[in-house]
């Protein structure tokens, strides 16, 4: 059983920066691919970022493409999120994944197996 836990989520005027933290337990993240999703209220999930079990690859959702950078630390079992120039428009939950497949990385939240509880940005304007 794996278990995800996100922190560094809070409040943050527009502009500003963040960085979110997602710590594996259960089992070596080092194997896989490792994504962040975001939901707004009243809105579906949103693909943000994800990253090949390597860190070599990455890929962004457009709306935070050039403002946001997924990294991790095999050593740690962590996942971060680096958030800047954040807006208003980027308030949400947001959550960590774990993708148990073996190949390319992902973009659809069915592709995750694992999801942590979620911590949330605030953006004030």
């Known amino acids: 059983q794996v278990q995800l836990v996100e922190s560094g989520g809070g409040w943050v005027q527009a502009g500003g920066s963040l960085r979110l933290s997602c710590a594996a337990s259960?089992?070596?993240?080092?194997?896989?691919?490792m994504g962040w999703f975001r939901q707004a209220p009243g809105k579906e999930r949103e693909f943000v970022a994800t990253?090949?079990?390597?860190?070599?690859?990455?890929y962004y959702g457009d709306s935070v493409k050039g403002r946001f950078a997924i990294s991790r630390d095999n050593g740690k079992n962590t996942v971060y999120l680096h958030m800047s120039n954040l807006k208003p428009a980027d308030t949400a939950v947001y959550y960590c994944?774990?993708?148990?497949?073996?190949?390319?990385?992902?973009?659809?939240?069915?592709?995750?197996?694992?999801w942590g509880q979620g911590t949330q940005v605030t953006v004030s304007s």
């Open positions: 259960g089992r070596t993240i080092s194997n896989y691919n």
């Open positions: 990253i090949d079990r390597s860190g070599g690859s990455t």
């Open positions: 994944a774990l993708d148990l497949r073996y190949g390319r990385i992902a973009v659809q939240s069915s592709e995750y197996a694992y």
